[in-house]
């Protein structure tokens, strides 16, 4: 799975994977840690995914592009009946999470240190519960646009793991990405914008903590989006 031809050449919709030099326990984690609560997306599928997590769940949650964790931890923290998936090939933000899981003992996370189109292909259809893209790389540039994660690809692949009335919440501070993301929801036409007013998406639920990327736009004065969908039916639209 890990290496499909079919994908090699896919465009990354991500930047750089690795910061600064890791510590001698941030190794540790990644060697010893890491194939221990890593997403094995080298097997088939279980039938059933809360049983991927210690101890086995009742939902299944799944987060791509997580970057420092502080989301993805608050809601395994908050949520402890619910497993928790996080996507994220940056080196620096994978061994952030290590350490939670390491320090609070979260058996209801697994990891996958890479892109997570590859775990949309490898995940049961209809198994996940509720969907985060919080901050992803807007490639402002045109000539990058086709790199966005959210596009009507991505949405169609969310579309068939994800249940019937399950919930996609997508931020962004980029006003143009925001647009590029409404329409693709739009275009796809599986998903049902939730916002009744301008209020809704201005700002978040308290189930939604702010993230560090979150914190420094706010403080560079940049407006944050934040955008909530549920599934219609099965999520295909008449194309799809």
Known sequence: MMNDPDHRHELRSYGRRRGRKLSARQAMLMEDLLPRVALPISDPPPSRLGGLFDPPVED????????????????????????????????????????????????????????????????????????????????????????????????????????????????TDIGDYARWMLLAVRAQGGFRWTAQRPGDWRSRTPDWPQTRYEAKACREGRTCYYLRFRLEGDGRSVGG
Not at 135 to 163: C, G, I, N, Y
């Open 60 to 171: 299944v949650w799944l987060e791509i592009g997580f970057g420092g964790g502080e989301h993805l931890v608050w809601q395994a923290k908050g949520n402890p009946r619910v497993g928790v998936i996080g996507c994220e090939p940056f080196e620096d933000g994978i061994v952030k999470v290590l350490s939670a899981i390491e320090g609070d003992q979260l058996g209801n996370i697994r990891l996958h240190a890479d892109d997570g189109r590859a775990v949309l292909r490898w995940l049961p259809g209809a198994s996940i519960g509720r969907v985060f893209i919080l901050f992803p790389d807007p490639w402002p540039k045109k000539r990058h646009h086709k790199r966005r994660l959210v596009s009507q690809e991505t949405l169609h692949a969310l579309a068939r793991v994800m249940r019937p009335g399950a919930e996609l919440r997508i931020a």
